[in-house]
């Protein structure tokens, strides 16, 4: 059974930094493209960032150059560096497992989620 335990969330203030985690557990980890979504209220759920099995990592336009997506295979968990937050980067932010090894951008390419972490920025 895939589990998936999203931490680090919290309320900032703007221009400040958090760092997610996603610990993975029932799965192979290492062969697994791992993405971040998120959801603001009253909004469709959209992509964040995703890292591939190899390590290579796509980006959100909006967020490009202000977070960072990694992983450790060792410890089987992905995390979502993000720094000079935003107000509107408030949302529920959630980790998934891709159906393969690759990039994945459409929510669904993936098929486990977390259960989400609240990141709040204020300005």
């Known amino acids: 059974q895939v589990q998936l335990a999203e931490s680090g969330g919290g309320l900032v203030q703007a221009g400040d930094t958090l760092r997610l985690s996603c610990a993975a557990a029932g799965l192979t980890f290492s062969a697994i493209g791992m993405g971040w979504f998120r959801q603001a209220p009253g909004k469709e759920r959209e992509f964040v960032a995703a890292?591939?099995?190899?390590?290579?990592?796509t980006y959100l336009d909006s967020v490009q150059g202000r977070f960072t997506i990694s992983r450790d295979n060792a410890k089987n968990t992905v995390y979502l560096q993000m720094n000079s937050l935003k107000p509107e980067d408030t949302a529920v932010y959630y980790c998934?497992?891709?159906?393969?090894?690759?990039?994945?951008?459409?929510?669904?390419?993936?098929?486990?989620w977390g259960q989400g972490t609240q990141v709040t920025v204020s300005s």
């Open positions: 998934a497992t891709g159906r393969g090894p690759r990039l994945y951008t459409q929510a669904r390419d993936y098929n486990y």
């Open positions: 890292i591939n099995w190899a390590g290579t990592t």
